[in-house]
C-alpha cells in the first residue's frame, strides 16, 4: 500500500491535501482532539434531523476544513483522528456515512472498514467513502471488496467531495422503491426486499453494502436484458461522477459472493465477454 502521508498528514510542510484549498477557512480557535465534536453540536439550527458524518482522519487541519466545509452545506459533523476513536465515535454518534483515511496512526484504514462492516445490525450498513493516494488502484479494488461504498483520491476538489457523499447518501435512501413496481422481488429462492432494503436467499439474509444493494435492484428490474457497465452505473441515480470502471466488477463480484451458490459459477448474475452483465429471469 501506498504511503501518502508526506502529502496528506503535514500540509503545512508540503502540498495541500486539496487542489481548492482556499475554499477551506479553518478556524483556529476550535479545538484539535481526538474526538472533536458531536452529532449534535454542528447540526445547523435550521435543521433538526440533519444527516451525520464521521470524518476518521489524522491530519486536524484537513479535518477542520472538510468539517467547515461541509457544516455549512447542511450537515451534521464528528471528526476522529485514529481507528479506534472512529469506531467507538461511530458507535456513539450513528453517523450515516463514515469519511476514512486509509492512512492512520493505529491501524490501517482497511481494517477499519473491515471493523465496520464486521459490526451488525445497522453500524455495519454505514456507507463508507474512502480517502486514498492519488494513482493507487489497488487501495480503491481492496477497499471496495470489503464494503467501501466510494473512494476519493487525495488531493480532492471540495465540490468533488460533497458531490461524492450526497451520492452516496442517495443511493442509501429511499431510491430502490420505484413508482409502479412490486415492493418485493422473487427469482427462485433470491428474495429482494425493496422496502426493508434487504436480500436474502433461501431464507438467510445476504450482506450487501448500499451501493450493492441498489445495483442488484437495478439489474433485477432489468432481467433478462444485457447491460453494459455504463447502462448499469447510469440506471444507479447519483454515480455521475464514477470514473473508475473497474469498480463495477469489484462490486458484482462481491454481490456474486453473497447471492450465489457458487460464485465463481454463477447462475443468477452472468457476464457477458465484452458487452457487461445479465441477471437470470429463471433462477431456482
Sequence with gaps: MSDHRSNS????????????????????????SGYTGSASSQRP??????????????????????????????????????????LEALESSKPD???LDLMLPDMDGLEVCRRIK????????TAVLMLTAKGDPMDRIVGLEIGADDYLPKPFEPRELLARIRAVLRRGGDSGATAGTQKTMRFGSLEIDRDARTVQV???TCDLTSYQFDLLVALAERAGRVLSRDQ?????????LEAFDRSIDV??????????????????????????????????
Design 118 to 125: 464486521n459490526l451488525g445490525g445497522d453500524s455495519a450498513r
Design 9 to 32: 498528514k503535514h500540509p503545512a510542510d508540503g502540498p495541500s491535501p486539496f487542489t481548492g484549498a482556499d475554499v477551506f477557512a479553518p478556524d483556529d480557535s476550535r479545538p484539535a
Design 251 to 284: 462490486h458484482m463480484g462481491r454481490i456474486r459472493s453473497a447471492i450465489e451458490l457458487d460464485a465463481k459459477d454463477p447462475k443468477r448474475i452472468l457476464t457477458v465477454r465484452g458487452v457487461g452483465y445479465v441477471f437470470a429471469k429463471q433462477q431456482d
Design 202 to 204: 433461501g431464507g438467510k
Design 232 to 240: 448499469i452505473m447510469e440506471a444507479v441515480r447519483g454515480r455521475e
Design 97 to 99: 456515512l463514515v469519511i
Design 45 to 86: 439550527a435550521s435543521q433538526t434531523m440533519t444527516q451525520q458524518l464521521l470524518m476518521i482522519e489524522d491530519d486536524t487541519r484537513l479535518a477542520t476544513m472538510v468539517g467547515e466545509y461541509l457544516s455549512k452545506s447542511g450537515y451534521g459533523f464528528t471528526h476522529a483522528t485514529d481507528g479506534a476513536r472512529g
